[in-house]
């Protein structure tokens, strides 16, 4: 799955252009990598997302296309949040 869609759709973050934005900035890392808003996420992978000063530090846990808001925060693991 493209890191924009995975990101919207685990609701780390709500819009899927906002992601597109964030990973254009140059502010999404996957296993310590700059993404680019095609960039393909699998389970285990490790994501970073700096939002201003913030760290969030994800591991990817299960990729699904659609899922309920409850059930999000199931798709991931947060390692580390500054």
């Given at each position: 799955m493209r890191i924009d869609k995975?990101?919207?759709v685990s609701r780390?973050?709500?819009r899927r252009?906002?992601?597109?934005?964030?990973?254009?900035g140059g502010r999404v890392t996957i296993n310590?990598?700059?993404?680019?808003?095609?960039?393909?996420?699998?389970?285990?992978?490790?994501?970073e997302l700096r939002f201003g000063e913030r760290l969030l530090k994800?591991?990817?846990e299960d990729i699904k296309e659609h899922?309920?808001?409850?059930?999000?925060a199931?798709?991931?693991?947060?390692?580390?949040n500054n």
């Open positions: 995975y990101l919207k780390l973050i709500k252009t906002v992601a597109n934005e964030a990973c254009d310590g990598k700059v993404a680019k808003p095609g960039s393909e996420v699998k389970a285990g992978d490790i994501l994800v591991r990817v899922v309920m808001k409850n059930d999000a199931l798709m991931y693991t947060v390692l580390e």
